[in-house]
């Protein structure tokens, strides 16, 4: 496949020639452009010179910007598309471009953006994106696709394989295109490239015309043919052995399968799951290139086979029980990592296959036991039957594989087994790296390639072991990075809400050095009262400024008037500069710091009343650049001096007028939903505006939920504080069930869900009205959280106990 040549392309391998970089300049409508991420002037045509730059790096940027100038994350075709295509062909077809496959995906992304504008119906809610591409896009891509076919023959196998990809997203030209790589597959000596060529048959067949139904048959042909077969003996018979050394023959059966089940969606074949085991288990034939595959490429091209026969569960569970029985550790790697797959998807897979997978925990290989561990502790109290195997994995004299022991501590606390206790507790004081990180992820965070492995999870659980345990983790808090403290203080506070003994346990270890600055810290956290009213002396010796992230040396302001009582230091803030009893805590206070120190004094900043009226009033006067960002300390300001005066009649105004377009769909509310937050919290104390607020935070709850899901979740947990009202909230909150996603950043359908279960046990008379919307979650086997990551069963088991506590009220009340 040749450049452009005498048109100027590569000039003695310094990059683009004289005449294309004229055409660069002129052919190019330079003002369309543009980076749609950063703003800034447009691109030049410096930007196609640094394509075709000898240099990799550089051309390689070049490559990422013109994707992003010319289609974003690759979800819509932008005018700069129409501009650069013709040089993006180009630039595919020249040998002395450093990025060919690069520019190949880029082109290949286009195609697809393409091909959904052309079909994307307008969104189901309001507001929801839309794919677009200009109206001259699909003769532009016409015109690119007859300049790529000679590259279906070029020289190099991945500019062969990417020609391939990039034409089979081309619909309108299926008949053509299924005959083109039909014959270039007799002919294509690479594997590589005669699978992409099979998938692109697979891709256009079902928008050929005339070549559809014979394509099909080729497809199953294709699945059907092992390829050459095994190598003749060439002793035995030389010629035979020549002549399948010169054959093609590729053994294309997974990509067959592939193709087919996008040729015909929706119609599922026993023979793909059948066919798929038998390349998986029987040895690749000598001399073929999966005969000499590492242990990882079999693993991938095994996870990759499995994962394209999708729903079929009965083949895919076949599949990974017959790996997990097999007798080499690349094959008991696949079938456990397609058995994870598997469980974290169905429901049913989990007593079907972790028999299988527990067999492996004692497996000659060390990965495979860790792995095994893992899934394990994936699966949770469903691994109960293996807890005393599992225990058998927690010393170094008993497993020498450090990965498999710290699964096997993490195994057995997702099991409340309190035999990983001392492990923890020597983890936490060993001072080096654990595996384990303070705080939980979020579902999105913990695909099979991360680690799930948290102290939080994993403390959690022990609440009767705070006496074990509170020390080792106090003395792993000293040792992390002040900002990363908090996270290892959040484990008290959870054992303190479940009902451990934390306050008693950190009063006594008040003395040594740093040992009261802590333990006030803590305990301020845990909001656990005046309990250090007695050491109040002591105390205020250790004083320091407000702190915005723990100090181990300084006792915070704010936490000894909540453990002491003593609110003078507050009251420090508020004098004037020279005037303080407190210069350590004052002299560097700002109005935010003062502002705050109201809210926590109440009535005792009375003196400051006047202050905080006209620090409100000056912010509610304030016209923000953005009309939907909140004036400047309004909330804070209002929230302090209703404190302070206990009159809501000095804020409800201003609230008011803050959330007065909270409900137009084109208008975030300002400052998120933070005003409309605070009037709920002080309409609960003030009943002329209790329904007019419950009415505001109905109204916007339902407007996010119509439109963009912003913070509904806040507005209606407000209103459910507010009035207490199952029959008004609940059914909302059950909209929120269906139309949340099933992971990433909470929240997802979880959220809702648990929040429902809270409604539905103290208003079990609402229960019948939104149990029938989410038994159904019940009865599915299908998981419906985040599938393909390590905490799916976890996700899934807390929400069918949320599911369960619903439907169990609604049921009592039948």
Avoid at 203 to 212: I, Q, Y
Avoid at 232 to 257: F, K, N, S, Y
Avoid at 444 to 450: E, F, H, I
Wanted: aromatic fraction near 6%; charge should be negative; glycine fraction near 8%.
């Amino acid at each position: 496949m040749e450049g452009p040549g005498g048109a100027g392309g590569a000039d003695g391998g310094c990059g683009a020639g004289a005449e294309l970089r004229r055409r660069f300049a002129e052919e190019v409508d330079w003002s369309k452009v543009v980076d749609p991420y950063v703003p800034g002037p447009p691109y030049g045509p410096d930007l196609l010179e640094r394509l075709w730059s000898p240099d990799l790096r550089t051309a390689d940027n070049a490559c990422a910007n013109l994707h992003a100038a010319c289609c974003g994350d690759g979800s819509w075709v932008g005018l700069a598309a129409l501009e650069v295509l013709p040089f993006l062909v180009e630039a595919a077809r020249d040998p002395a471009v450093k990025v060919r496959t690069d520019v190949l995906e880029v082109l290949a992304d286009l195609a697809r953006a393409g091909n959904n504008a052309r079909t994307a119906e307008p969104g189901a809610r309001p507001g929801r994106w839309r794919t677009r591409a200009p109206a001259a896009w699909p003769a532009a891509w016409e015109r690119a696709v007859d300049a790529l076919l000679p590259g279906l023959a070029d020289d190099a196998e991945e500019i062969r394989a990417g020609v391939a990809a990039a034409l089979a997203r081309t619909p309108g030209r299926a008949d053509d295109l299924i005959d083109r790589f039909r014959a270039r597959f007799e002919e294509e000596p690479e594997l590589s490239v005669a699978e992409e060529l099979v998938v692109g048959v697979g891709e256009l067949s079902p928008h050929a015309v005339e070549r559809g139904e014979e394509a099909v048959v080729w497809l199953r042909q294709r699945m059907s043919d092992a390829g050459k077969g095994e190598e003749p003996d060439i002793h035995d018979d030389t010629e035979a052995w020549l002549a399948w050394m010169d054959q093609h023959g590729h053994d294309v059966r997974l990509a067959a399968i592939a193709a087919l089940r996008r040729a015909l969606p929706g119609r599922p074949d026993p023979a793909y799951a059948r066919i798929t085991a038998d390349v998986l288990l029987i040895p690749a034939p000598p001399g073929t290139p999966r005969h000499w595959e590492y242990r990882s490429q079999f693993v991938g091209r095994a996870t990759d086979a499995d994962a394209q026969l999708d729903d079929d569960l009965p083949g895919r569970l076949a599949i990974a029980r017959t790996l997990l029985r097999q007798d080499t550790p690349a094959r008991h790697e696949a079938g456990l990592r397609i058995a994870a797959t598997l469980m974290s998807r169905w429901r049913s897979a989990v007593p079907e296959l972790l028999p299988e997978v527990a067999e492996l925990i004692d497996a000659p290989d060390a990965d495979n036991r860790a792995f095994a561990l893992r899934i394990l502790a994936m699966c949770g109290a469903a691994a109960r039957p293996w807890a005393d195997r599992v225990a058998a994995h927690l010393t170094e004299d008993d497993e020498p594989h450090e990965p498999a022991r710290r699964h096997a501590v993490w195994a057995l606390s997702r099991l409340g087994d309190e035999r990983c206790v001392p492990a923890l507790a020597a983890g936490l004081l060993n001072g080096g790296s654990t595996g384990f990180v303070p705080s939980p992820f979020d579902d999105s965070a913990c695909a099979w390639q991360k680690s799930d492995l948290n102290y939080y999870e994993a403390l959690g659980p022990f609440t009767d072991y705070v006496d074990t345990l509170l020390g080792p983790l106090l003395v792993r808090a000293r040792a992390a990075l002040s900002t990363g403290r908090d996270a290892y203080y959040g484990i008290v506070r959870r054992w303190h809400e479940d009902g451990g003994p934390v306050v008693e346990t950190l009063t006594e270890r008040l003395d040594g050095d740093g040992a009261l600055a802590e333990a006030a810290y803590v305990l301020w956290g845990l909001g656990a009262g005046p309990v250090l009213a007695d050491r109040r002396d002591e105390l205020r010796e250790l004083l320091g400024p407000p702190q915005f992230w723990p100090d181990l040396k300084r006792v915070d302001p704010f936490a000894h008037f909540a453990l002491t009582g003593d609110g003078e230091p507050l009251l420090a803030l508020l004098c004037a500069p020279g005037e303080s009893p407190f210069p350590e805590v004052s002299a560097q206070a700002t109005d935010r710091d003062r502002i705050r120190a109201c809210t926590a004094l109440g009535p005792l900043a009375s003196d400051a009343a006047d202050w905080l009226r006209g620090a409100f009033q000056e912010a509610l006067r304030e016209k923000p650049s953005d009309p939907s960002s909140p004036p400047k300390g309004a909330v804070e300001s209002a929230r302090a001096l209703w404190r302070v005066t206990g009159d809501a009649e000095e804020v409800v105004p201003g609230l008011l007028e803050l959330t007065a377009k909270s409900t137009d769909k084109a208008y975030s509310t300002p400052g998120g939903v933070e005003p409309l937050l605070l009037l709920a919290e002080v309409a609960a104390t003030h009943p002329p505006v209790v329904d007019r607020v419950a009415d505001r935070l109905y109204a916007t709850a339902r407007a996010r939920i119509d439109g963009d899901w912003f913070q509904e979740m806040e507005l209606l947990r407000a209103l459910w504080r507010l009035t207490g009202d199952g029959r008004r909230v609940a059914p909302a909150v059950a909209e929120l069930v269906r139309i949340r996603p099933p992971g990433g950043t909470p929240p997802t359908i979880v959220e809702p869900v648990r929040f429902l279960a809270e409604i539905a046990t103290a208003d079990p008379g609402c229960a019948a009205e939104v149990a029938p919307q989410v038994r159904h979650l019940l009865d599915t086997d299908e998981r419906p959280v985040t599938h393909d990551q390590w905490r799916a069963v976890l996700s899934d088991e807390a929400l069918l106990a949320a599911v369960r506590v619903v439907v169990g009220a609604a049921d009592q009340r039948a």
